[in-house]
């Protein structure tokens, strides 16, 4: 074992596990066998966090998964090996072949392009598309890749100037003759983005899929690879030419879904099948090769139709869930800072209570447009009903339909970046453009997964392994 030890693994003495390291001469990136009081671990000692407990090691076991030993636990340490990680997957070009679609890959960022930054414990973005292609190779027997790395930012960072610039990008791929558009992205606000691309590209002649993944690439179940081979295979030889989103569809590795960018919501923090398609059924399914499709009312794959860039966005627009007790100062406060734009997702069939009415008339008075949505996210706004929901009307708010808030939000920013014209605006609100509006709601366009009851028992049975 070569001495001394790297300044850069030990920075000072008070740190106890890094005193326990130097009592057993062993180093960070050491493969080692610990005897502990709870048992024997092999792994490889990783930096810790600096802002983790200093009295933990962290042990990256065999299986890939990370451990952390409190040093009063620990007997023994003994070095089976010594190899510094560098947590980097190089590049590689895609090999070109002539019978393949071509298929271009937009990079944003996002949890499929990141890897975990071991200083912090926090997972960055780092993989470039030439990188995640080096990390699964099996999308070079699908197509023919070009990469593009338009932004590098997880996706709470993507902003109405982000979502313009990928439209733009990908009505240039298109235009260049692309047979395919994925976009790698961050899956927390991918359908905002979703929905925003729906509107700014229309008619697109080819599929555009966007994909994440919930976990990183350097854990052992990202859901990584198979997002980007069904996406992959879906821009490539699918026949859907709409934006959808590509994710698990199970929480197991069988298959991805293909949800409609207006319809689909992140619906569980940590779940890898966390995207739903709300109010509706997915659009298809993608599995090994195979597409199998679930609707019928979709655009077809015709690359001689001409795809219309419409990217335009006023951001002077925002998003109020109604909760018991909200005050008419909100509303106040939003038109005395410029918003033009208001989407309230209301209780119940589309609701607030009575003290916000005067504030409401005095928003839509200074040329506000105020649209209503559900906060239950299923079913529609019904606002003949009851009195209140007519007394709203009266003021001037319009019922959105079955329009998720997110995506009624984001196409009432890209309705104002026309025209401000209440008319007009509404005009363009409640005209369709790709079933961010329906007509009715399928019987199995609502399903929760409400666990003990024993048909959702028998079906979990069949269906998980």
Not at 10 to 24: C, E, F, M, Q, V
Not at 191 to 198: G, K, R
Not at 254 to 271: A, E, F, I, N
Request: aromatic share 8%; net charge neutral.
């Amino acid at each position: 074992m070569s001495e001394p030890h790297d300044p850069e693994d030990y920075r000072g003495y008070r740190d106890p596990a890094k005193a326990t390291l130097i009592k057993h001469k062993i180093r960070v990136w050491s493969d080692v066998k610990m005897d502990t009081a709870d048992g024997v671990f092999e792994g490889l000692i990783l930096p810790r966090a600096e802002t983790e407990n200093p009295f933990h090691i962290v042990l990256k076991l065999r299986n890939g998964y990370n451990v952390g030993v409190h040093v009063d636990r620990i007997h023994t340490v003994t070095e089976l090996g010594y190899k510094k990680a560098h947590y980097k997957i190089p590049e590689k070009a895609f090999p070109y072949d002539p019978v393949k679609p071509n298929v271009t890959l937009l990079g944003t960022g996002g949890t499929i392009a990141s890897r975990l930054d071991y200083r912090t414990g926090a997972v960055i973005p780092a993989f470039s598309p030439g990188e995640l292609y080096g990390a699964v190779p099996e999308l070079a027997d699908i197509a023919n890749l070009t990469t593009k790395k338009i932004y590098a930012v997880f996706s709470e960072n993507m902003t109405p100037e982000t979502w313009i610039g990928t439209a733009k990008a990908i009505d240039e791929e298109i235009r260049a003759g692309a047979d395919g558009i994925v976009i790698g992205h961050g899956t927390d606000t991918m359908h905002y983005t979703s929905a925003a691309l729906t509107f700014m590209v229309q008619d697109p002649p080819v599929p555009i899929i966007m994909v994440g993944s919930q976990r990183s690439s350097d854990r052992p179940s990202s859901d990584a690879a198979l997002n980007l081979i069904d996406a992959t295979y879906a821009a490539a030889y699918g026949d859907i030419a709409e934006v959808l989103v590509c994710m698990f569809g199970p929480t197991s590795d069988q298959y991805d879904l293909l949800h409609r960018g207006t319809r689909v919501r992140k619906m569980h923090s940590s779940y890898r099948s966390t995207f739903r398609t709300i109010s509706d059924t997915p659009v298809a399914t993608v599995r090994k090769g195979e597409i199998r499709t679930i609707k019928t009312d979709y655009r077809r794959r015709d690359k001689n139709r001409e795809l219309k860039l419409d990217a335009v966005f006023d951001d002077r627009v925002t998003i109020l869930y109604y909760y018991p007790n909200m005050k008419p100062d909100l509303i106040d406060a939003l038109v005395a800072n410029g918003y033009k734009g208001i989407v309230i997702a209301g209780t119940g069939l589309g609701h607030f209570n009575k003290p916000l009415y005067p504030a409401i008339k005095r928003a839509i008075a200074a040329g506000v447009h105020i649209y209503m949505t559900v906060e239950t996210l299923w079913g529609y706004v019904q606002m003949y009903v009851y009195d209140t929901g007519r007394d709203i009307m009266d003021l001037g708010v319009v019922p959105a339909g079955n329009m998720i808030p997110e995506t009624a939000y984001v196409k009432l920013g890209w309705a104002l970046g026309h025209t401000h014209d209440r008319e007009e605006v509404k005009k363009l609100m409640l005209t369709p453009i790709c079933g961010e509006l329906t007509e009715r709601e399928p019987i199995d366009g609502y399903l929760i997964m409400q666990g003990g009851l024993p048909e959702i028992e028998q079906f979990l049975l069949k269906h998980r392994r």
